[in-house]
Each structure stands twice: as structure tokens, then as C-alpha cells.
């Protein structure tokens, strides 16, 4: 009984993190993978910044899901995720100024994000809170995932550098594109196109190891 | 349609209004709560990150002390700010020295305003240091203003000497195309980044107009630091 719950739990977490992948799968909250995945640093720190908001307010949803009645569920939920997006303002302004700068409007945008009110309202007002908090544990770091595989790459391309070290020396052209807006959505693309054929040579291989079984 | 299908799923205002408010207070709890325990930390923060940048354009700077220029002279920021009064920052060395003054200069760039330091020298007259505060600039061409080892070379005496009446400068700083600087006014802006090169001239020329006709007759009131 124990290993079908926690098979269950798992199953809740993972959901996020490749099934239903925010970024990839999804392509929920374009808004903040767009634009400030220039750096690694950047995407880990909102992604961050996401998961907290998310299994916070995930949990608060989840625990008043049976006092909020439905006329007004979508107040609330905004409310809520109004009140922790303030509290990781505050929380980064006191961490680090220069992340803060970095990061700019797009924390406070995170209100906006609709990964946050879709789980909200999709998830946590159904489910108990710890199937809540897995579920939106899963999705946020599904999105951090997502953001770093975009902030990664557009730093290593774009500036010739990971985490603010210099990669390839002095003599090393940037490719600038690739950290100004419209590299965003080149790389969004690539990584959707790799997805895409990943997905596709699996059901090809699948129906032909399926004609094989049949034969 | 009959009504009584209708009943049992309203829920009635009072309680919407209840649920509401319960949630918005709680909600309010919540960031007031955060807001009283980052502050100190926040403003702490944002006081390091403006020491460290004068501390890097005045390099022999320990200290700094926050004074405003107002129409009567220079006094000691604090408590009340007149209206119109300038902020800058007297940087002291370890013995208390006068070791330079750092001020703020604000421009319109390519995306948004360009807020710099400055560091003035009263000994040369000139500035000899610039630091961005905030920028939004485009990566890798407008923020070459902080790494662009020719740009920066123009901050390291750019005149800014008051003339005769020390009611303005007596050249106004200009920015120039990269490569054409003649005088020690002039700034060679960095190719490619006119834009964003502009507004660091403008920032500095439109502060110093103002400032430093009220600093320099004052000067004296800042050698020594007040203790």
C-alpha cells in the first residue's frame, strides 16, 4: 500500500518535471523563458523564484480548497500568488542587489505566469496538500530545468561563458544574438525541434517494434 | 427555468465577502511579515552596492559621507532634503583626507535612463572614475560602457573646469566620434555604441553644470572629514 502511494507521489512529481514539462512540453510562461534566460545565473534564479512561488501558494490553495467557493476562486488564487511573488521580491533584494537588477520587472511579472494559476487551479484546489506541494515541486523545478537548458546554452553562445566564467579565452567573437531577445527564441526553437524528433523517433520505434510483435 | 434548481449552488455575498476578506488579511500578514524581515538586510544591500561602486571609482577611498548642494552652499545630507538639492558623496582616505567626490549623473540611453557615478577630482578639476548605478542597455554592445578599456580611459582626467565666473564649465563635455578626441573634454565614444556613449556624456555634462558651480566655491568645507 505504501509503495503504491509513494509510487503515486513519485509518478506526481516527475509529472512536471518531463511528462508535462512546463517549458517543453506545455510551452507555459514564455513570458519569463524569453526573457531573462541570458545567463544561466538568471534562468536558475527565476526558476527558483517560480518553484517558490508555485509550492507556496500551491499549498495555501490546497488547504482552503474546501472554505473558497467557486465564484470566487480565481480572486483568491491571485491573492495568494499576488502575496508570495511580493514576499520573493523582497526575499532577492535582500540576497543580492545585482540579481534583483538583473531580474528587473520580471519578478513581479511572475504573478502573470500561468503555470502558477493553471497549477493553482488545475491541481492544488483538488488535491490534498502534499499531493499538491509534490505535483508543484515537480512543475517548478520542470521549469527551472527548462529555463537553464535555454540560459545555458544563450550564455555559452552568446557570451563565451557559463556561470560568468570565460570558456574560450580572449580571442573568442561572441555570437550577441543569441543574448539579445531575438535568441531566445532561436534556441526555444532548437530545443523544441530536438524534442520533437526525440518524440518522434520513440513512436517510430515503438509502432515498428509493435509491426514486429504482430508479424 | 425553476428557481429552486438554482439555490443550493449560489453561494451568498456575505460569505464571498468573508472568504475574501479572510484571505487578504491573511495575505496582508504574510507580506508585511516579509517586508519587516528583509529590510535591514535589503537596505543594507543597496548601501554596499553604492559604497562599492564609489569606493571603485575613488580607488584611496575608506570612507564616504553623504552631503547635498542646495542653493546656499553644501551641507551634510540628512533629515530634511531641500528642494532641488543635489546628493553626491565625499570619499575620505584612511587618514581623512579629502580623496575625491562621487556624484550621480542621469541620461536617457538606447533602452532606458543610463544612472552613473562619477568620480570628481577638485585637485585636477576633473572626473576620474565613472561606475554605472543601473542600465538597461543592450549586452555585449551599450554595456561595453563598463568594459571598453579605450572608453574608460577617457574618465581618467576628463576636464571639467569651471570658467572665469565658476557659474559653469568652461567646456562643456562633449562626446565625440571614437577616435576623434582632441581635448581633454572631448569623449571618444565607442563605435557602435554612440547611443549609450551619449548618454554617459550627457549624464556627467548635465550634473557637473549644476553641481559643481555650488562645490567649488565650497571645496574647503570638505577637506577634512568631520568626525
Given at each position: 500500500m505504501k509503495d503504491l502511494s509513494q509510487a503515486k507521489n513519485f509518478d506526481e512529481f516527475m509529472e512536471g518535471i518531463?511528462?508535462?514539462?512546463?517549458?517543453?512540453?506545455?510551452?507555459?510562461?514564455?513570458c519569463p523563458a524569453l526573457a531573462v534566460t541570458v545567463s544561466a545565473v538568471n534562468a536558475l534564479a527565476m526558476g527558483f523564484a517560480t518553484t517558490f512561488v508555485l509550492v507556496c501558494s500551491c499549498l495555501l490553495v490546497s488547504l482552503m480548497r474546501k472554505l473558497?467557493?467557486?465564484?470566487?476562486r480565481i480572486a483568491t488564487y491571485i491573492v495568494i500568488i499576488a502575496t508570495f511573488v511580493t514576499v520573493v521580491d523582497y526575499i532577492i533584494q535582500a540576497l543580492s542587489l545585482e540579481l534583483y537588477e538583473a531580474l528587473g520587472a520580471f519578478i513581479q511579472l511572475i504573478v502573470v505566469n500561468c503555470i502558477i494559476l493553471g497549477r493553482a487551479e488545475a491541481h492544488a484546489s483538488k488535491h490534498p496538500p502534499l499531493t499538491a506541494i509534490t505535483n508543484a515541486l515537480g512543475m517548478g523545478i520542470g521549469f527551472t530545468i527548462g529555463l537553464f537548458a535555454l540560459g545555458g546554452v544563450r550564455e555559452i553562445l552568446?557570451?563565451?561563458?557559463?556561470f560568468g566564467v570565460s570558456l574560450f579565452g580572449a580571442n573568442f567573437q561572441p555570437w550577441v544574438v543569441m543574448v539579445l531577445p531575438p535568441g531566445g527564441f532561436f534556441v526555444l526553437g532548437a530545443w523544441l525541434l530536438l524534442f520533437a524528433a526525440l518524440k518522434r523517433r520513440k513512436e517510430a520505434h515503438l509502432a515498428a517494434s509493435g509491426d514486429g510483435h504482430g508479424a | 427555468m425553476n428557481p429552486s434548481d438554482q439555490a443550493p449552488q449560489a453561494t451568498s455575498a456575505a460569505s464571498l465577502v468573508k472568504t475574501l476578506g479572510l484571505v487578504s488579511a491573511l495575505c496582508g500578514v504574510i507580506i508585511v511579515g516579509a517586508y519587516q524581515g528583509t529590510y535591514e538586510a535589503a537596505a543594507a544591500n543597496r548601501r554596499l552596492a553604492l559604497e562599492r561602486t564609489i569606493f571603485r571609482i575613488v580607488p584611496a577611498a575608506k570612507t564616504m559621507s553623504e552631503w547635498q548642494a542646495t542653493t546656499q552652499g553644501i551641507r551634510p545630507a540628512g533629515g530634511e532634503a531641500a528642494a532641488g538639492a543635489i546628493k553626491f558623496y565625499a570619499a575620505y582616505a584612511a587618514d581623512g583626507s579629502l580623496a575625491g567626490i562621487a556624484v550621480e549623473g542621469a541620461a536617457k540611453g538606447y533602452a532606458d535612463v543610463v544612472r552613473i557615478l562619477y568620480g570628481y577630482s577638485p585637485d585636477c578639476q576633473c572626473v576620474n572614475g565613472i561606475g554605472v548605478v543601473a542600465m538597461k542597455e543592450t549586452?555585449?554592445?551599450?554595456?561595453?560602457?563598463?568594459?571598453d578599456e579605450a572608453f574608460l580611459a577617457n574618465f581618467k582626467a576628463l576636464d571639467v573646469k569651471l570658467d572665469q565666473e565658476l557659474?559653469?564649465?568652461?567646456?562643456e563635455v562633449k562626446v565625440v566620434k571614437?577616435?576623434?578626441?582632441?581635448?581633454?573634454?572631448q569623449i571618444d565614444a565607442i563605435s557602435g555604441a554612440t547611443v549609450t556613449s551619449r548618454a554617459v556624456g550627457k549624464a556627467i555634462n548635465d550634473s557637473a553644470q549644476v553641481l559643481l558651480p555650488k562645490l567649488v566655491p565650497n571645496i574647503e568645507q570638505l577637506r577634512k572629514k568631520e568626525s
Open positions: 518531463w511528462r508535462q514539462n512546463p517549458v517543453f512540453v506545455m510551452v507555459l510562461g514564455m473558497v467557493p467557486k465564484e470566487v552568446g557570451a563565451g561563458k557559463f | 549586452p555585449g554592445i551599450g554595456d561595453k560602457i563598463i568594459t557659474a559653469r564649465l568652461a567646456n571614437q577616435g576623434s578626441k582632441t581635448d581633454a573634454w
